[in-house]
């Protein structure tokens, strides 16, 4: 695909109310543009926070390998996407650092409040931690890690069965403890319940990911903040357009 726009433009009634806030204030946003493949992946939280809280995205989805590779060098800082690119010229990489800069663009992130803002970067983090064993399992020459199909199976065996359910249920804690029922506590969705969110959800695209962890059917409250994510009306008026888009083959607009 080629460069299209995405954008946060819809009925002021779908928007979180700190963006609405800000746009009272006539904040005027800076030109973002996503550079990432035509999945979900680690674009995706990128795509849903800007939807959520209306800021403006153009998706720009490489249309093959070598469309990426052919930036690689030249553009990208450490060879990796996503990016976000700021008003045609600052290259932003790294998720989560990218995610606390659209949480502060938008007024999702904690400005004023210090231990609230490392509460959500430390659930954030934690999202990392949870999924880097299969990460590593998956890509393993990436890290310098090259494992036999037995070796490999057994290991995503060990992931599956113990160490998996382990971090989940951790993260089950969290959320029960949670008043609200977003991740960090906080009235609406902050940057970390966009990465939970999609990290959780982009389980079911791991063939070596158990079908047990992938329903959440023993952590019933990860199951109750997707299905929570899921009923806000930017979440779903943006993936009603994905659809259409896929079906009818139109550019994101």
Not at 56 to 84: I, N, T, W, Y
Request: glycine share 6%.
């Amino acid at each position: 695909m080629a460069d299209n726009m995405s954008t946060g433009e819809e009925a002021d009634g779908s928007r979180g109310t700190k963006r609405k806030e800000m746009d009272s204030k006539e904040h005027d946003q800076p030109d973002l543009k996503l550079y990432y493949f035509d999945i979900k992946g680690k674009g995706e939280q990128i795509r849903l926070i800007c939807a959520y809280s209306g800021l403006k995205l153009e998706d720009h989805r490489f249309e093959s390998r070598d469309a990426f590779l052919a930036m690689k060098e030249g553009r990208l800082p450490f060879g990796q996407v996503p990016m976000l690119e700021v008003d045609g010229k600052g290259a932003m990489v790294q998720s989560t650092a990218i995610m606390r800069y659209l949480g502060k663009l938008s007024g999702l992130y904690p400005m004023k409040d210090h231990i609230l803002a490392q509460k959500v970067d430390a659930i954030m983090d934690q999202a990392t931690d949870v999924f880097t064993g299969s990460t590593v399992l998956t890509y393993g020459l990436r890290y310098a890690i090259e494992l036999s199909p037995e070796a490999k199976e057994k290991s995503y065996e060990n992931y599956n069965q113990t160490v998996l359910p382990d971090h989940l249920k951790r993260a089950e804690r969290v959320i029960e403890s949670s008043a609200t029922g977003w991740f960090a506590g906080t009235d609406e969705p902050s940057p970390a319940d966009f990465v939970w969110y999609c990290s959780l959800t982009n389980m079911a695209a791991k063939k070596e990911i158990s079908e047990k962890n992938k329903s959440l059917e023993d952590f019933p409250q990860l199951k109750a903040f997707v299905e929570k994510f899921e009923s806000l009306e930017a979440i779903k008026q943006y993936y009603n357009k994905e659809t259409e888009t896929e079906t009818t083959g139109t550019l994101r607009v």
